[in-house]
């Protein structure tokens, strides 16, 4: 008869009384490995931010240096860019923004009269839409259709040894891919940011008086009154430091990878890197805004 095959240790259905040490000893590798990983993370991300770093720097100075690469290729590329991640997305993008729109402006026009800031109604919806959300989902559309292709795209052109190629022509990889990439994710996230916070306040007010039946007229006057130039610099500000997390996390996984096993990884990684930044920086910019 054939030994069964033992079963794994389970360490929760131990017996742990009378062992205080074996369970302090237990624990303190259990924290131990905790920190080490929390520490290895810390430090990938360092890494990948200090990357990011390198490489805007490398793209600001290939936009300044003349190289052998025709300003109409450049063109082409950032505009095929531009289509692919503006103007594609001009169908997702406004029907995110109607759906965002008519829930906030819904909820704000039964709620705040109840308890007696419906004058601020304005003003909610410019912090809501024009402040936080349009930037943040428009960069999270982007970042979901746009860079994971653009590092997929990349990291095919390095495993394909495209990459290398370009190089051995004189041809800098840099200006040739990234810098279109970068220019044209950019100028894409800061037109689709207008094109939604427009379409989430006008549609959202749309469907509201569809739905309720109350003139939108003194609505649009307490939105349009409540919207000020800081708002709006805000809103491209953020959006503009949104395209550019999603142009240069996408591009830098892209060219980091090694072989054909690695190219969704850095699609997984950008989508990741990219909403990681994206929040950590929208927190710094509203501190920074709204605080200091």
Same mark, same amino acid.
């Given at each position: 008869?054939?030994?069964?095959?033992?079963?794994?240790?389970?360490?929760?259905?131990?017996?742990?009384?009378?062992?205080?040490?074996?369970?302090?000893?237990?624990?303190?590798?259990?924290?131990?490995?905790?920190?080490?990983?929390?520490?290895?993370?810390?430090?990938?991300?360092?890494?990948?931010?200090?990357?990011?770093?390198?490489?805007?720097?490398?793209?600001?100075?290939? #936009?300044?240096?003349?190289?052998?690469?025709?300003?109409?290729?450049?063109?082409?590329?950032?505009?095929?860019?531009?289509?692919?991640?503006?103007?594609?997305?001009?169908?997702?993008?406004?029907?995110?923004?109607?759906?965002?729109?008519?829930?906030?402006?819904? /909820?704000?026009?039964?709620?705040?009269?109840?308890?007696?800031?419906?004058?601020?109604?304005?003003?909610?919806?410019?912090?809501?839409?024009?402040?936080?959300?349009?930037?943040?989902?428009?960069?999270?559309?982007?970042?979901?259709?746009?860079?994971? #292709?653009?590092?997929?795209?990349?990291?095919?052109?390095?495993?394909?040894?495209?990459?290398?190629?370009?190089?051995?022509?004189?041809?800098?990889?840099?200006?040739?891919?990234?810098?279109?990439?970068? /220019?044209?994710?950019?100028?894409?996230?800061?037109?689709?940011?207008?094109?939604?916070? #427009?379409?989430?306040?006008?549609?959202?007010?749309?469907?509201?008086?569809?739905?309720?039946?109350?003139?939108?007229?003194?609505?649009?006057?307490?939105?349009?009154?409540?919207?000020?130039?800081?708002?709006?610099?805000?809103?491209?500000?953020?959006?503009?430091?949104?395209?550019?997390?999603?142009?240069?996390?996408?591009?830098?996984?892209?060219?980091?990878?090694?072989?054909?096993?690695?190219?969704?990884?850095?699609?997984?990684? #950008?989508?990741?890197?990219?909403?990681?930044?994206?929040?950590?920086?929208?927190?710094?910019?509203?501190?920074?805004?709204?605080?200091?």
């Amino acid at each position: 008869m054939r030994n069964r095959p033992r079963a794994a240790p389970n360490w929760w259905a131990r017996d742990w009384r009378g062992k205080p040490e074996m369970l302090k000893d237990h624990a303190k590798k259990g924290l131990n490995h905790l920190a080490s990983g929390s520490w290895k993370r810390l430090a990938g991300l360092w890494h990948t931010a200090s990357g990011m770093a390198g490489l805007l720097f490398d793209t600001v100075y290939a #936009a300044f240096r003349k190289g052998r690469t025709p300003n109409l290729s450049l063109m082409s590329q950032i505009n095929r860019q531009i289509l692919y991640t503006g103007v594609e997305a001009f169908w997702l993008v406004g029907a995110i923004a109607v759906l965002c729109g008519s829930a906030i402006i819904l /909820v704000a026009m039964f709620n705040m009269p109840k308890i007696g800031v419906g004058e601020y109604f304005g003003k909610i919806l410019v912090i809501a839409l024009a402040d936080e959300l349009g930037p943040f989902v428009t960069s999270l559309v982007v970042v979901g259709r746009s860079g994971t #292709a653009l590092a997929a795209y990349i990291g095919t052109m390095r495993v394909s040894r495209e990459v290398d190629a370009l190089e051995v022509m004189g041809i800098d990889p840099i200006q040739f891919i990234v810098q279109p990439a970068f /220019v044209g994710i950019v100028a894409s996230v800061i037109c689709l940011n207008l094109y939604f916070i #427009a379409i989430a306040i006008c549609g959202g007010l749309v469907v509201a008086w569809l739905s309720t039946g109350v003139p939108i007229g003194i609505y649009f006057g307490r939105v349009f009154d409540a919207l000020q130039f800081k708002d709006a610099a805000v809103s491209l500000l953020k959006s503009g430091a949104f395209g550019t997390i999603v142009a240069l996390t996408s591009s830098y996984y892209g060219l980091n990878v090694r072989n054909v096993r690695m190219v969704p990884i850095a699609a997984i990684n #950008a989508v990741v890197g990219s909403m990681f930044f994206t929040i950590a920086v929208n927190l710094l910019l509203s501190i920074g805004y709204y605080v200091l």
